[in-house]
């Protein structure tokens, strides 16, 4: 008789009650189990490949293709993949679940074989609808003829989705169900991140998008990397001329810890554009600038801030040099060099610009004093040649400002290094 108020306990069998307590008490020891199953499936999978490899004649059963689909699925070589899928591709008629992985796995490495994939899924897809609930949202439900044309080309498909449904970058993946590194996954990123509509990239805000891309394959890294310096510069024309944002520093510092600077570490900017170097590189002179200006601001010589302004649109590179007596200030206008320093009473020198950038010069503190002062003269003229680093430059001239209009005298000098002096603030 049932006591009112309890429940009925559910009666299990001893097997299903004995399968129920080893689900409850002993997930972590049935994963490692998992887990080994998988490494000794991969295991076979690489034995395989290699005798496939010595021998393409060799005979090649359905669980051995199955377990060369899962290795082509977490393989990063691109040559195995290439012939994982051929080999398949030639012998087992595999389930649609594998057929799947390996069009994931493979895309990109081979379009002959893209496009076999792409057919036998297309057909089989339309076949057999319940497949299709099982496929990500992007692959179109239609005709075997329509399925295929999104498998042949993807890119386009899904990035389309993507943007469509809003779907933050970092969460392109598992939308589109296909591994960050596979052939299509960065192929698929790097395109959203250099292309993707304007209107889908700005509901993201930069530092997750940072945060996400730091974590993603080098050629998303640089994309996303690219497609902000890009950003950044689109209407400025000189280090002076980028906008100033809050986020403009930690894009800074973010890209400086991923690339580098591009004077020093050339080699690991080779897949952002000239565009996005060109950029960074003015960000990095700007700080310079700034240094530099807030120096001339500073001084007693207050006039000196005054007269470079009216240059700063033409400052295409500067360093600023912190030293125990004085501060040295460089830049480069036109094709020349001009040297000022921060004390009072010092002059003004003239150089040709050198052909690297003022960061590639590698200076030592101590011997700033020496290598900006003691060198200049030799037996009571300057020396015609300035040796900055390991650059020779040409001596261009020098004035001092305590002489009078002394802008005009350095309004002289620069004319005749390409200069263009402002005419509504001619020093005469």
């Known amino acids: 008789m049932r006591t009112p108020g309890l429940t009925p306990l559910r009666v299990l069998s001893p097997v299903k009650l004995q399968r ?27 034995a395989a490949l290699a005798r496939l490899k010595a021998d393409p004649t060799t005979p090649l059963d359905l669980r051995t293709a199955k377990a060369l689909v899962s290795l082509a699925a977490v393989e990063p070589s691109a040559m195995d993949r290439k012939v994982i ?25 081979n379009p002959r074989v893209a496009r076999e994939l792409a057919a036998r899924l297309g057909d089989r897809i339309a076949v057999r609808p319940k497949f299709a609930a099982k496929l990500p949202a992007w692959l179109p439900r239609g005709s075997a003829r329509e399925i295929q044309g999104a498998l042949d080309a993807p890119e386009t498909v899904i990035r389309d989705h993507i943007t469509r449904t809003d779907t933050p970058i970092w969460g392109l993946h598992d939308v589109a169900n296909v591994r960050a590194t596979s052939e299509l996954g960065v192929g698929l990123a790097r395109e959203l991140a250099l292309r993707g509509d304007e209107d889908w990239w700005r509901s993201m805000t930069p530092a997750t ?47 400086l810890h991923h690339f580098g600077d591009p004077a020093l570490a050339p080699g690991r900017w080779g897949a952002l554009s000239p565009r996005a170097r060109e950029v960074f590189e003015w960000l990095l002179v700007g700080d310079e600038i700034s240094k530099i200006f807030q120096e001339f601001r500073q001084s007693a010589e207050s006039d000196r801030a005054a007269y470079w302004e009216r240059f700063l649109p033409q400052i295409r590179d500067a360093r600023y040099y912190e030293a125990t007596t004085t501060s040295v200030c460089m830049m480069v206008i036109g094709s020349a060099l001009v040297i000022e320093f921060g004390r009072t009473g010092n002059a003004c020198y003239f150089y040709q610009a050198p052909s690297i950038p003022l960061r590639a010069i590698d200076i030592p503190p101590r011997a700033i004093p020496k290598v900006f002062k003691a060198e200049r003269l030799t037996r009571g003229t300057y020396q015609e040649v300035f040796r900055l680093g390991q650059s020779e430059l040409r001596y261009l001239g020098s004035k001092s400002h305590i ?26």
């Open 20 to 46: 129920a307590l080893q689900l409850a008490t002993k997930p972590t020891e049935r994963r490692a189990e998992d887990h080994l199953e998988n490494a000794d499936l991969l295991q076979l999978a690489r």
């Open 209 to 255: 998008v940072r945060a996400w891309a730091s974590g993603q394959m080098p050629a998303v890294l640089s994309a996303v990397a690219d497609r902000y310096l890009v950003e950044l510069g689109a209407h400025a024309s000189s280090p002076t001329t980028l906008p100033t944002s809050p986020d403009r520093a930690l894009l800074k510092a973010w890209v």
């Open 403 to 428: 002489r009078g209009l002394w802008q005009g005298d350095f309004d002289k000098i620069l004319v005749q290094v390409d200069a263009q002096i402002p005419a509504h603030r001619r020093y005469r």
């Open 85 to 109: 899928s051929e080999l398949v591709l030639r012998g087992q008629v595999l389930p649609w679940r594998h057929h799947w992985l390996l069009w994931v796995a493979c895309h990109g490495d």
